[in-house]
């Protein structure tokens, strides 16, 4: 979800986009933990994997940095 908020949606809307990741860091969203599942990988190996990720938000993409 943290790749989602900081990517333009169909809706190409930040303000939408902000108010998601408000919601991600109250719940203590990072990109370094999954919040549910401890053997699911978190959005740092996946940003890894994917190699080429360039969030359109980047402002709200850094929000989850530790």
């Known amino acids: 979800m943290i790749m989602t908020v900081s990517q333009k ?3 190409n809307d930040k303000k ?3 108010m998601w990741a408000s919601l ?3 719940a203590d969203a990072t990109l370094d933990k999954n919040i549910k599942e401890a053997d ?3 959005t ?3 940003v ?3 190699g080429s990720f360039k969030p359109d938000y980047f402002d ?3 929000l ?3």
Do not use: S
């Open 9 to 11: 949606w169909p809706h």
């Open 16 to 18: 939408i986009n902000e």
């Open 24 to 26: 991600l860091l109250t």
């Open 40 to 42: 699911r990988k978190d």
């Open 44 to 46: 740092k190996e996946i």
């Open 48 to 50: 890894a994997e994917v």
């Open 60 to 62: 709200l993409y850094i």
């Open 64 to 66: 989850f940095e530790d």
